[in-house]
């Protein structure tokens, strides 16, 4: 939990999330048709419904993505982060109970060549236990940056740099 | 945690994805299935049925090896991926069909789709079941499952 909490884990926690999303969000976001049409083949939601996720979606990716990267409502945009995740970790599971083969999960790119192409090779692309694995271990980061309190240490660190650079606390007893 | 900012940024993104489907030109249609463009004709299982009765040629735009396996009765070949090959196998019983539905695998399944634009462009009047095969076995429709070559 320590290592967690420290400061520089979260920002690379933060980075490497917000990095994902929002690369994550521009394909579908260039490309909603695409995108629409591999959220239907999830056969999670029918068309009409397929069509509303593929229109918002990716733009809530972009936006908590680019507020983690930037550190602005960091806690809560890794919430919202984490929730999607959950959902996407939902949907894949009920994909895989259910035996159904989606080539290209539409996590990244929702090109069709993206189907045919040798790179990434199909088990990274499509829905599978690389996927479910991936969302949980960014799930963890999320919830990591989300409900985390960032290290004492730092806390205390920025108090003694501020008292070496002549500030005291309010009420405090410096001489 | 401020769950304001949390509804926030959930509320932010659905608005700027609704506005940029609006206005960007990249838009969908979202009232209607995405496969759909000007000129597709669909047709529900149980007409696609009654279609069949009245002797309507069907066409199976699934891969070759699905068809191999099971097929809506009476139905040929005619697979997206190497359509320009598997015509001319079928050219001469489509100037016979009346009429002609093209089916394939159904939630998301764009080659039921794509084949019946190619035919339209070679002048052949194709109608799409809706929703392809499973949509016919949920209507407790009948499916050749005896092995082919």
Not at chain 1, 94 to 112: E, F, M, P, T, Y
Not at chain 1, 115 to 140: K, T
Request: proline fraction near 6%; charged fraction near 20%; hydrophobic fraction near 50%.
């Amino acid at each position: 939990m320590t290592r967690l909490a420290n400061p520089r884990v979260q920002l690379a926690l933060r980075l490497l999330l917000g990095a994902f999303f929002v690369y994550a969000s521009l394909d579908k976001i260039a490309s909603p048709a695409g995108f629409a049409k591999i959220v239907y083949q999830w056969q999670v939601a029918g068309p009409v419904p397929s069509n509303l996720v593929a229109a918002t979606l990716p733009w809530v990716e972009l936006l908590a993505g680019l507020l983690l990267i930037v550190g602005v409502w960091r806690r809560e945009a890794a919430l919202v982060i984490a929730l999607l995740l959950v959902v996407f970790l939902g949907a894949a599971a009920s994909v895989l109970a259910r035996g159904i083969d989606v080539q290209n999960c539409g996590c990244v790119s929702v090109a069709k060549e993206a189907v045919e192409s040798a790179w990434p090779p199909a088990w990274a692309r499509g829905v599978g236990w690389f996927l479910v694995v991936r969302n949980l271990l960014m799930l963890a980061g999320a919830l990591a940056i989300a409900f985390v309190r960032r290290a004492p240490a730092e806390a205390a660190g920025r108090q003694r740099a501020m008292e070496q650079a002549g500030f005291t606390p309010a009420g405090g007893t410096g001489a | 945690m401020d769950w304001k900012r949390f509804i926030l940024i959930l509320a932010g993104g659905v608005s700027l994805g609704f506005a940029w489907n609006a206005f960007s030109g990249r838009g969908i249609v979202l009232g209607q299935s995405v496969l759909v463009q000007a000129g597709d004709e669909l047709v529900k299982a149980p007409d696609a049925k009654a279609l069949l009765d009245k002797g309507a040629l069907f066409l199976d735009a699934r891969p070759r090896d699905f068809w191999r396996m099971s097929r809506i009765p009476g139905a040929l070949p005619l697979p997206e991926e190497g359509f320009d090959k598997a015509f001319p196998e079928v050219e001469e019983r489509l100037r016979r069909a009346s009429t002609i539905v093209v089916y394939c695998s159904g939630y998301g399944c764009e080659a039921s789709h794509i084949v019946a634009r190619k035919l339209r462009e070679k002048g052949f009047a194709a109608a799409i079941l809706d929703e392809g095969v499973p949509a016919w076995q949920d209507a407790q429709l009948p499916l050749d499952t005896e092995p082919r070559p």
